[in-house]
């Protein structure tokens, strides 16, 4: 599906002065498009320069090369208020001296819609978060998850052009954050506009978005679906971030149709397979997601490849339990369990265990000078 | 002892100096004063002690039915002092609102070293700083020699003895009065919320007008408040940069109590002033009770 | 964003400028050696200070302006005695007022607080003439000690706001464990800062004091503001010049020291 391109980011730099005098890119050179009616994600760590790309796009932080444009028009000479997008802030920043309704209706007082169009749209805005008996309270009154509603409804009224959102759930706790998840989904879905948010919340990207651009160090290192991302990451980082990952470093060795083998300096094996363009000989990082990693405690009935492990610890969280295991030269490996009511725990520390897994399951990153 | 009885007596003993104090050296004599302004004033200074409505009268006595002792001019000095007192608070939030906000917005070492140099002047003697106009504004003065310089002598101007020069003196100082509540309701203002009303589409403008001014409207109303008191008691600053010409209230009061030596008068036109002052007081209150409710 | 800033760091520039200008005019004009005309620059001379302290000058007709050398000491004496007493007698009761009033409420505590709140937003000149009507109803003379009363009444409150407002950033168990580290920095401000700034406060009084000073003891200020309205003299920037240098010196401290929350 080609879907239309809305905001087309080239080149984006951005440079800051540090305190003793040098600068550094809070934004390297960033190529972004970014789609019509998708949910998109920044994904990324504090300072990696996810909010300074949200509000250069927003316009309240210039560029000092590089360009946005919407619909092929760039958007360098057009103030932050004359942008047709609307944000949600960290902090929800509500007019602490206006009511929920007027808040949701300022928009729509500076840009002078008439009275009854105006009560029309706020009254609808605030049904559609679910908030249509609050519109007279005071934005104090209203507690942490509603007010992220308002700040909603205030930037949705509008009917932007583009949605961002700035670390929208941070403030919430954990059983409404993610509620909200879903809600935020369904409503973008509902509403048909893009929305761009910033997360430094892998979990909430993935639940999320349709797409992911993971930034680092000023940098996009991956754009894809949150499968794409999760499951053939294109370095380290982007492994390490996203999902709990076990890289083990080795030599890789090709054999047919794209298979082949990574090999620790231990000479440990792990076999992979619909690896593609990776010459042989070359360093890289074999990835092998915990739930890919089936514990076997003795061995048998193991149809596939198989590694041997110690039992380091075990780690119950409720669904699962995690299993923390070493290799026999000390790499570390974590792979998870389903735990199963009324039945004991096979694994007890110090224990041999055998991890089973499939060739298709690992995933090769050549290894990068960063 | 216990311990509620206690905290009830050593609350006495740490607050029966200030009550003696104020008791003796404040409240008394102001209750004195407005007897004092309907008491009969003695032949030779002092008091007759008789009651005497028509010290008021002086002011107030045309519209009161009145007229045997009216004089209008004491009505227009007491209009004229609102009138300058209201512009000199006027201006003094134009001029300090965008200096206040330039501190605010700054890196919090220079702030804090921004705050002291801009306070710092406030503690120079109250004299010191209307003898300094005294060199700018007269007609010999550094503004005229400014002007001369720049080949602008025709511009020439002998501001000295005018309201303009009564007010330049009193906003000169009394600006620190508005600087600081007008800092610190600034201050407070998340610049978040600022960034929310350009993002929703309001020009600067109308952000200034929708979020910034009514949201530090406190410290707009705090600043007036203790600007314009002052602002219309003063007697200091009239009489050097007023002379004659520009009589204001305060030099009126001073003038009954040193020179014409008719207290009684001089009493209830301190009351007048007073009652101007408990007005701009209420308001102030009233407005802060207000603040805050929405809808 | 940095371009809107821009042109509000020249205003703040220029604010800063315009309130130190007219007060740098009387220093630069306290060292010309004009004596003809004292607005036109001539020359360096240190003769203005030398002619107000009463040292011989090298410009013959200036210490003809001096003739108010000896009740200029006077003055300065006044002053310094009136800001001395009113200042520790504030200091306390303005303190004691506050460790009172800054605790748990109790009725009457409102009440306290309007009374206290009165005398600074009174203007001067009601408190002036009220004071001026008290003493001499009550057959009190005029003089230093009517002054430190009179100042009394407003340090006070200055004092009292001050403290309660430190007070409140302060725990009562630190207030009450004197020994305690939190104690040191409190003391601190109590014996230093906070005289301080009264003392300047005092030293500053001119329309309170013209109304009680009496014949005899006139005050800097008072001396000040009665040669200027006989006409402005050179020696005038002299004596604003060293008053100034005072101020800021003592003003400085305080301000400093409450900067660094002591």
């Known amino acids: 599906m080609a879907a239309s391109v809305l905001l087309s980011i080239t080149g984006a730099t951005r440079r800051f002065r540090t305190p003793e005098g040098g600068s550094v890119h809070a934004l390297d050179a960033v190529d972004l498009d970014v789609r019509g009616n998708e949910f998109l994600t920044l994904l990324g760590p504090s300072g990696c320069g996810k909010t300074t790309l949200l509000k250069a796009i927003a316009g309240f932080e210039d560029l000092d090369a590089g360009d946005i444009r919407l619909d092929g028009a760039s958007l360098r000479d057009v103030p932050a208020h004359r942008r047709p997008f609307n944000t949600v802030f960290q902090s929800y920043a509500l007019f602490p001296h206006l009511s929920v309704a007027d808040n949701v209706g300022y928009g729509l007082d500076v840009a002078r819609v008439p009275r009854a169009e105006r009560d029309r749209r706020v009254a609808e805005a605030l049904a559609r978060v679910g908030l249509e008996a609050m519109g007279r309270r005071a934005p104090r009154q209203l507690s942490g998850g509603q007010q992220q509603r308002v700040a909603l409804a205030r930037a949705l009224v509008n009917r932007p052009r583009l949605l961002l959102l700035d670390e929208p759930l941070s403030a919430l706790d954990r059983h409404l954050r993610q509620a909200m998840q879903g809600e935020l989904k369904a409503l973008q879905h509902d509403v048909g506009i893009t929305f761009l948010v910033v997360t430094h919340d892998q979990e909430e990207a993935l639940a999320m978005s349709d797409r992911i651009a993971v930034m680092h160090a000023g940098r996009v290192r991956q754009l894809g679906t949150p499968a794409e991302i999760y499951d053939t990451p294109v370095d380290r980082f982007v492994a390490g971030f996203v999902g709990a990952s076990n890289l083990v470093r080795g030599t890789w060795r090709s054999t047919a149709h794209g298979g082949g083998c990574v090999t620790t300096p231990a000479g440990i094996d792990i076999h992979a397979e619909g690896v593609a363009s990776i010459a042989n000989g070359a360093t890289v990082d074999a990835l092998l997601r915990p739930e890919q990693l089936s514990p076997i405690a003795d061995g048998a009935g193991a149809a596939g490849p198989t590694l041997a492990a110690t039992v380091a610890s075990t780690v119950f969280v409720g669904p699962d339990v995690h299993l923390h295991a070493h290799l026999a030269d000390g790499t570390p490996l974590q792979a998870l369990l389903r735990h199963a009511r009324g039945q004991a725990l096979p694994f007890a520390v110090g224990a041999r265990v055998v991890l089973a897994y499939r060739p298709a399951a690992v995933h090769v990153i050549a290894a990068q000078a960063t | 002892m216990s311990v509620a009885a206690h905290a009830r007596w050593r609350r006495r003993a740490l607050l029966a100096p200030a009550g003696l104090l104020l008791a003796a050296a404040f409240v008394g004599p102001l209750l004195l004063v407005a007897s004092f302004s309907v008491l009969e004033p003695g032949l030779y200074g002092g008091v007759e002690w008789h009651w005497y409505p028509y010290n008021f009268g002086r002011v107030l006595g045309a519209p009161l039915g009145d007229v045997e002792e009216f004089d209008a001019a004491y009505a227009t000095t007491l209009a004229r002092s609102v009138k300058l007192a209201l512009l000199v608070t006027l201006v003094s939030v134009a001029v300090c609102y965008p200096a206040a906000w330039w501190v605010s917005r700054l890196p919090p070492r220079r702030r804090a070293l921004a705050l002291f140099v801009v306070t710092l002047p406030f503690f120079a003697n109250l004299i010191v700083r209307v003898y300094a106009w005294m060199l700018i504004l007269r007609p010999t003065g550094v503004l005229n020699l400014v002007l001369a310089a720049l080949g602008a002598g025709d511009a020439a101007t002998d501001l000295m003895y005018t309201e303009a020069a009564v007010v330049i003196g009193l906003v000169y100082v009394l600006l620190p009065f508005m600087f600081l509540p007008l800092y610190a309701s600034i201050e407070k203002l998340d610049p978040a919320l600022l960034a929310a009303s350009r993002d929703l589409g309001a020009t600067p403008a109308q952000t200034f007008v929708r979020v910034a001014l009514p949201l530090t409207l406190p410290g707009i109303v705090g600043g007036a408040a203790i600007v314009f008191i002052p602002a219309l008691g003063n007697f200091v600053v009239p009489s050097l940069l007023g002379g004659s010409k520009v009589m204001l209230a305060g030099n009126l009061i001073e003038q009954q109590f040193l020179a014409a030596r008719n207290w009684p008068f001089g009493a209830a036109l301190a009351m007048l002033l007073l009652a101007f002052v408990l007005v701009v007081m209420l308001a102030a209150a009233w407005r802060r009770g207000t603040r805050g409710a929405v809808a | ?262």
């Open chain 3, 1 to 262: 964003m940095t371009l809107r800033v821009r042109p509000l760091a020249l205003y703040g520039s220029v604010f800063v400028l315009l309130l130190y200008a007219p007060i740098a005019l009387i220093v630069g004009y306290s060292f010309n050696a004009n004596v003809v005309n004292m607005m036109l620059w001539e020359g360096f001379t240190f003769d203005w200070y030398r002619a107000i302290l009463g040292l011989p000058t090298t410009l013959g007709r200036a210490a003809n302006h001096v003739d108010t050398t000896t009740s200029l000491r006077a003055a300065v004496v006044n002053s310094a005695v009136v800001a001395i007493a009113a200042t520790v007698v504030s200091t306390l009761v303005g303190t004691a007022a506050a460790l009172a009033l800054g605790r748990a409420p109790f009725r009457g505590r409102r009440a306290w607080q309007g009374l206290l709140v009165l005398p600074m937003v009174m203007p001067d000149i009601v408190l002036g003439i009220a004071l001026l009507v008290f003493f001499t109803t009550v057959g009190l003379p005029l003089g230093r000690g009517s002054i430190v009363v009179g100042h009394c009444v407003f340090l006070s409150s200055y004092v009292w706001v001050i403290v309660s407002a430190r007070l409140a950033g302060l725990s009562t168990d630190l207030e009450q464990a004197s020994a305690d580290l939190g104690a040191a920095p409190f003391t601190t401000f109590r014996r230093v800062t906070l005289p301080l700034l009264a003392f300047i406060i005092s030293l500053d009084d001119l329309v309170i004091t013209w109304f009680i000073a009496g014949v005899d003891a006139t005050t800097l200020p008072m001396f000040i503001y009665g040669a200027l309205r006989r006409g402005i003299k050179p020696e005038i920037n002299a004596m604003a010049t060293l008053l100034l240098g005072f101020s800021f010196v003592v003003a400085a401290t305080g301000l400093w020291l409450r900067g660094r929350r002591l």
